[in-house]
């Protein structure tokens, strides 16, 4: 019997319930299924519920310039069917909805990347967690300014927020952190939030949560340590070394790379908790008029995209740069051959063509390609601070 999609509905709950907490090891039952900001999908075997993914509504920068991305999240499929096409339909199905809703590319973490590699995702990016050791924390630049700190108030939100943009928007691959998906007002539920108040705003915050761990006293997980300049960034780092002698070392889950590879005393080796981040290109002329791109000369590319699972965009494409915009339009010779995996790499900057010819994931003349290279530049590492 055919595998048959639907969107979820509440009327699913428990066996949604069921399928996460088998593949998820999830011990508390949601009290709804749909929450603002999330679709999901339903795939159904003789009747039954049979797996289930979930869509959530996110963008992230690339150039500056927030672009509509689906969060796929909670794949799970019932162990007794696996190996009869339910993932693969329910990732067939999800293209076409979140192309339906303007999400022109899609990321998830995938913890079977063969499987996503098929529908045309890729490895495009990193989340990072660094462990510092707390000599290392006090051997940080002290600043030269002080700038007294308070701790955050609900009337904070919407400043820290913009923040946080202020900072994000220069980082390729980081979320936008937009409602409903993201509720701003969860961060006043960590232990600890501080503001650095400016003239015109905040000029820096950090939230932090106390955890326990093997150490007798327990960790500190510092969520977001966001400074608009080096002397919000030290300030913050300088208010860390109030822990000495309560903990041995800081987590930090990495927003700003700035903050450990140009102002920490990072020691030479660290431990490093990584996760990579796939991303797919759902529609390729929107992602690309949505982005934001570098000013260049006029030029122009002429692409062969390879893409069984989005028809839409596949075929024959010129992605031209003139006047300062870029634009993907019908036609041209197919010089250089793309195939879907390849989008996605190419699109965050993760990878240069060199690279993905070596992958087998394009072809054509290298000088062809390089116009390509000269679009995303060379922006660093794409990241993203947020897990879904």
């Not at 309560?246 to 930090?252: D, K, R, S, V």
């Not at 390729?284 to 069984?308: F, K």
Request: charged share 25%; hydrophobic share 45%.
């Amino acid at each position: 019997m055919s595998v048959h999609i639907r969107e979820y509905t509440e009327d699913d709950l428990d066996a949604v319930f069921r399928l996460r907490k088998l593949a998820f090891n999830a011990s508390e039952r949601p009290e709804r299924l749909a929450r603002p900001g999330t679709r999901g999908l339903v795939a159904e075997l003789d009747g039954k519920v049979a797996g289930v993914l979930g869509i959530g509504e996110y963008a992230q920068f690339y150039g500056g310039v927030a672009v509509p991305m689906g969060g796929i999240g909670g794949v799970a499929v019932d162990g007794a069917t696996r190996g009869r096409g339910v993932a693969a339909a329910l990732l067939d199905a999800a293209l076409p909805v979140m192309r339906e809703h303007g999400q022109s590319i899609s990321v998830l973490y995938a913890t079977v990347p063969t499987l996503y590699r098929k529908r045309g995702w890729e490895r495009a990016g990193l989340f990072e967690w660094v462990e510092l050791p707390m000599d290392r924390v006090l051997a940080a630049p002290r600043p030269t300014e002080f700038l007294p700190s308070r701790p955050a108030e609900e009337s904070d939100l919407p400043a820290l927020h913009d923040c946080y943009l202020e900072v994000a928007r220069t980082i390729d691959g980081m979320a936008d952190r937009r409602p409903p998906r993201i509720d701003l007002a969860k961060v006043l539920e960590l232990d600890l939030v501080s503001v650095l108040p400016g003239p015109n705003g905040l000029r820096g915050y950090l939230t932090a949560q106390r955890e326990s761990s093997d150490r007798d006293m327990g960790g500190l997980e510092v969520y977001d340590l966001i400074g608009v300049d080096a002397e919000a960034q030290l300030n913050l780092l300088a208010s860390l070394k109030s822990w000495e002698g309560t903990l041995e070392a800081i987590n930090l889950r990495i927003t700003d790379p700035a903050t450990l590879n140009l102002l920490g005393a990072t020691p030479m080796r660290y431990p490093v908790r990584t996760s990579t981040w796939m991303l797919r290109v759902v529609d390729l002329p929107a992602a690309v008029a949505a982005r934001g791109w570098p000013r260049l000369a006029n030029a122009a590319v002429d692409l062969e995209i390879i893409d069984e699972h989005a028809p839409w965009h596949a075929g024959t494409r010129r992605i031209v740069a003139e006047d300062g915009t870029v634009r993907v339009e019908p036609g041209g010779t197919g010089a250089v051959r793309m195939h879907a995996r390849a989008l996605g790499p190419w699109f965050s900057g993760a990878q240069n063509t060199h690279a993905l010819r070596r992958a087998g994931l394009l072809e054509g003349d290298p000088t062809d390609a390089a116009v390509l290279d000269q679009l995303v530049g060379a922006s660093g590492v794409p990241r993203l601070a947020d897990f879904f």
